[in-house]
């Protein structure tokens, strides 16, 4: 167990993110989120044609599988949280990456550290986007004992 190497925390949602750095373990929590820089989604120019009815026959419909816009959002939000998070680890040196994020960002966040081949020291399912730097050091701390 290397209890002097540093970790960087991410907690997130579909919507936000906050990054902390752990300069030692069990130490204070530093918050670095300007490291992440702009994270709003650049949206594409909306049509310029009107929308329209087709005809179709029969009762079917493909719209009932499709992830709906506010899914797409989030799953773009945390990809590039998790690109994002992916050079913060390697311009850092850090030696631990915690992830504490709603299930379904976690999942994403998951995907980009394995594609990047970052390593997710511990991980929690749980939106913690409002907690302060104090309670989070808490919730990592049990969340270390009980791994």
Do not use: C, W
Request: proline share 5%.
């Amino acid at each position: 167990m290397n209890l002097t190497g540093s970790s960087l925390v991410v907690v997130a949602d579909g919507r936000r993110a906050r990054v902390f750095e752990e300069r030692r373990r069990s130490g204070p929590l530093f918050d670095v989120t300007a490291q992440l820089g702009d994270l709003s989604l650049h949206q594409h120019p909306a049509s310029s044609s009107r929308g329209g009815v087709h005809d179709r026959i029969g009762p079917a419909s493909h719209t009932g599988d499709e992830p709906t816009p506010k899914d797409r959002r989030e799953t773009d939000f945390a990809r590039l949280v998790g690109a994002r998070t992916v050079q913060i680890m390697r311009q850092g040196g850090y030696d631990g990456l915690v992830l504490m994020a709603a299930p379904g960002t976690l999942g994403q966040l998951r995907r980009v550290m394995t594609h990047a081949g970052v390593t997710v020291t511990h991980a929690e399912p749980h939106d913690r986007t409002s907690e302060s730097p104090a309670s989070l050091r808490t919730r990592l701390r049990e969340l270390r004992q009980h791994a």
